[in-house]
């Protein structure tokens, strides 16, 4: 994939974040020369130029059937259409590199069954919002694409 940079004085990695799905996998993509700038390695910490030329080679997803596991949760509302859960600290919350099970998604595919919105695509169904893995709150996932695709809104 190639970018062409319409900002400036953005780091790279966040200004890439949005093609590699978070900024610890831009960050991982940039270390291991996965990005270019210009033709060139880049660091995480480059201000992006306008107009700078940026290469991303994404690899492509090693199996994205995800495992549904038996792991307990805090759940704080849940009917038809979505589910409400107080998701713990140090819990992450799809799978992702270095986190292929023990998730948050992978308790839902157990708890919910294929009831979970397919909007999130397989990787991360029925999520709304996200929360970091050391951050713990209350997180909503959509139990259908109705209630995916309704608009919510996160309070830090």
């Known amino acids: 994939m190639v970018i062409v940079a319409d900002s400036a004085g953005v ?9 590699a799905g978070s900024r610890n996998n831009a960050a991982h993509l940039i270390n291991s020369e996965l990005v270019t700038v210009n033709q060139k390695p880049a660091r995480a910490s480059y201000k ?8 991303l ?9 995800i495992v549904s596991e038996n792991i307990s949760l805090d759940i704080i509302y ?26 948050l998604v992978n308790a839902l595919m157990f708890h919910c069954g294929d009831s979970l919105s397919s909007i999130g695509g397989e990787i991360r169904p029925g999520i709304v919002h996200r929360l970091d893995k050391d951050t713990s709150g209350l997180i909503v ?16």
């Not at 992006?48 to 290469?55: T, Y």
Request: charged share 20%.
């Open 11 to 19: 780091r790279l990695d966040v200004y890439i974040t949005a093609y």
């Open 48 to 55: 992006v130029k306008l107009g700078d030329v940026i290469h």
């Open 141 to 156: 996932a959509a139990k259908n694409d109705v209630s995916s695709s309704a608009q919510f809104s996160t309070c830090r």
């Open 57 to 65: 080679n994404l690899p492509e997803p090693n199996d994205s059937t």
């Open 78 to 103: 849940e009917d038809d259409d979505l589910v409400v859960v107080n998701k713990s600290k140090g819990m992450v919350v799809h799978p992702a590199p270095g986190h292929p099970s023990g998730t």
